[in-house]
């Protein structure tokens, strides 16, 4: 089971604001369990706190923007992106302006102090969100389009394509995390030449510089103009008539703006709150459409509270019902887990096949068989006896009795042919002998039941 993370420590970074051009200091603190990420605008007299998630991003222009009423801080997608990549779920970060500073103009500042700090592991179980089909959302006036897949990790593919004779059409793929510092976390944001004097209009990119941005030359301008365009960035006069990338650091991959894109693609996903098991498949991607398959990535999450498991009938089961009939006392007709899927240290997966042969369909009922509503609670019931039992170190000197059953729902019913799987998890550490514990029943991603039941541990006389 993998637990939630945050950082063993606290760490600083300064440096210029892009846009502002304010000299700034964001500050990177540990957080407890379910924190998730947020900002702390430690500048105003309020110090207004804003979670960083995608219904907070009130602008992406040219950066992510949050805000919380009248606080807003941008170009956080680097800073998010190093967090995300490292498996860190929980991190308060306070800033004194409205954004962050852009440092070289990549992650790799971030990744370092991470790797200075370290990480440290909590209690809590990571909370993945596991794609089971294919999601995708287009932009049909920009060409844009991020699809969804499932996959047993999360990894990227950032195709990107310009109408440039510089920076025409490239990709970049991240098919393990564990690769970021070294493939990623380097590359830098870039800006078209043809772009920069809008940017300046607009008040943005008042801190932009050729130490902290490639900036691409693609269309010959006058030597006068180029050289004004120069001054107003403050970077020295170049030859007007030699196209290409501008900065004072080569480039660090021939590539190198597909993977600052793959970069911002991470930055913005950690808005989603949760980490996700998927590939996603970027293509011309950008911080608006970036922020809109966020902002459907958790409505899609918040739709399903509680996800069903992934059952592969072909894998081979932690505990067959041989194993289960020695742990549990009960024998038919009110034996009702076939078999045990997955088992951690706070929760529990089992399997239960409904047949028409099941006894209880003669009564209930002979013309429209349904399961009994409370077979469905004993049968989460035994899953959860099953994991208090794992908790002790001779299981079968043990029976688990239940003493309450708290919250019980039934949301559809059970017929012959379904394949209930039943989630059950530890609500609380074990104390006493006393459990407590939470149970979900699925047919397919569908809750079919849920109840809250409190258990004790007893040994056998």
Same mark, same amino acid.
């Given at each position: 089971?993998?637990?939630?993370?945050?950082?063993k420590g606290?760490?600083?970074?300064?440096?210029?604001?892009?846009?502002?051009?304010?000299?700034?200091?964001?500050?990177?603190?540990?957080a407890?369990?379910?924190?998730?990420y947020?900002?702390?605008?430690?500048?105003?007299?309020?110090?207004?706190?804003?979670?960083?998630?995608?219904?907070?991003?009130?602008d992406t222009?040219?950066?992510?923007?949050?805000?919380?009423?009248n606080?807003?801080?941008?170009?956080?997608?680097?800073?998010?992106?190093?967090?995300?990549?490292?498996?860190?779920?929980?991190?308060?970060m306070?800033?004194?302006?409205?954004?962050?500073p852009?440092l070289?103009?990549?992650?790799?500042?971030?990744?370092?102090?991470?790797?200075?700090?370290?990480?440290?592991?909590?209690n809590?179980p990571?909370?993945?969100?596991?794609?089971?089909?294919?999601?995708?959302?287009?932009?049909?006036?920009?060409?844009s389009?991020i699809?969804?897949?499932p996959?047993e990790?999360?990894?990227?593919?950032?195709?990107?394509?310009f109408d440039?004779?510089?920076?025409?059409?490239?990709?970049?793929?991240?098919d393990?995390?564990?690769n970021?510092?070294?493939?990623?976390?380097?590359?830098r944001?870039f800006v078209?030449v043809?772009?920069?004097?809008?940017?300046?209009?607009?008040?943005?990119?008042?801190?932009?510089?050729?130490d902290?941005?490639? %900036?691409i030359y693609?269309?010959k301008l006058p &030597?006068?103009? #180029?050289d !004004?365009?120069?001054?107003?960035? *403050?970077?020295?006069?170049l030859?007007?008539?030699?196209?290409?990338?501008?900065?004072?650091k080569?480039?660090?991959?021939?590539?190198?703006p597909a993977?600052?894109?793959?970069?911002?693609?991470i930055?913005?996903m950690?808005l989603?709150?949760?980490?996700?098991?998927?590939r996603?498949i970027?293509?011309r991607p950008?911080?608006?459409?970036?922020?809109?398959?966020?902002?459907?990535?958790?409505?899609?999450?918040?739709?399903?509270?509680?996800?069903?498991p992934?059952y592969?009938?072909?894998k081979?089961?932690?505990m067959?019902?041989?194993?289960?009939?020695?742990l549990?006392?009960h024998?038919?007709?009110?034996?009702?887990?076939?078999?045990v899927i997955?088992?951690?240290?706070?929760?529990?997966?089992g399997?239960?096949n %409904?047949t028409?042969?099941?006894?209880?369909? &003669?009564?209930? #009922?002979? !013309?429209?068989?349904v399961?009994? *509503?409370?077979?469905?609670?004993?049968?989460?019931?035994?899953?959860?006896?099953?994991?208090?039992?794992?908790?002790?170190?001779?299981?079968?000197?043990?029976?688990?009795y239940?003493?309450?059953?708290?919250g019980?729902?039934?949301?559809?019913?059970?017929?012959?042919?379904?394949?209930?799987?039943?989630?059950?998890?530890l609500?609380?550490?074990?104390?006493?002998?006393?459990?407590s514990?939470?149970?979900?029943?699925?047919?397919g991603e569908?809750i079919?039941?849920?109840?809250?039941?409190?258990?004790?541990?007893?040994k056998?006389?």
């Open positions: 089971m993998f637990k939630q993370k945050t950082l606290s760490f600083s970074l300064c440096g210029k604001g892009l846009h502002t051009g304010l000299n700034l200091t964001v500050t990177f603190y540990p407890p369990e379910n924190h998730g947020k900002i702390k605008r430690i500048d105003l007299p309020e110090q207004t706190v804003i979670d960083a998630i995608a219904e907070n991003v009130v222009q040219r950066g992510t923007v949050l805000a919380n009423g606080a807003r801080v941008s170009t956080v997608e680097h800073a998010l992106a190093a967090l995300y990549a490292h498996g860190i779920d929980n991190c308060l306070e800033v004194n302006g409205p954004e962050f852009i070289d103009g990549s992650a790799i500042e971030y990744v370092n102090k991470i790797q200075q700090i370290g990480l440290e592991e909590q809590a990571k909370d993945f969100y596991v794609i089971h089909k294919k999601t995708e959302i287009r932009d049909e006036k920009t060409g389009c699809t969804l897949l996959d990790e999360f990894s990227i593919t950032s195709m990107i394509s440039s004779s510089v920076l025409a059409s490239s990709f970049a793929t991240l393990d995390m564990q970021f510092d070294k493939e990623i976390a380097a590359s944001t078209f043809r772009e920069i004097q809008p940017l300046l209009n607009a008040g943005l990119i008042k801190g932009g510089d050729l902290n941005a490639i %900036v693609e269309n &030597q006068e103009q #180029f !004004k365009l120069a001054d107003l960035i *403050g970077t020295s006069h030859n007007a008539d030699e196209l290409g990338y501008i900065q004072t080569p480039l660090v991959w021939k590539n190198e993977r600052h894109k793959l970069l911002d693609i930055g913005d950690a989603i709150g949760r980490p996700i098991k998927g996603i970027a293509t950008g911080h608006t459409i970036n922020n809109k398959f966020a902002r459907l990535m958790r409505k899609e999450i918040r739709m399903h509270e509680v996800q069903a992934v592969d009938p072909n081979e089961p932690v067959d019902i041989k194993r289960i009939l020695d549990l006392p024998r038919f007709p009110m034996q009702l887990v076939d078999k997955e088992l951690g240290a706070n929760y529990i997966i399997v239960k %409904v028409n042969n099941e006894p209880f369909f &003669q009564g209930h #009922f002979p !013309k429209e068989p399961m009994p *509503g409370v077979l469905q609670v004993e049968a989460m019931a035994q899953c959860g006896g099953l994991l208090a039992l794992n908790s002790v170190d001779d299981p079968d000197s043990y029976s688990t239940f003493l309450k059953i708290d019980v729902k039934f949301r559809q019913k059970v017929v012959p042919g379904d394949t209930l799987l039943f989630r059950v998890e609500t609380s550490p074990l104390r006493r002998g006393i459990a514990l939470k149970g979900y029943t699925f047919v569908t079919v039941s849920e109840a809250c039941f409190t258990a004790q541990i007893a056998n006389k």
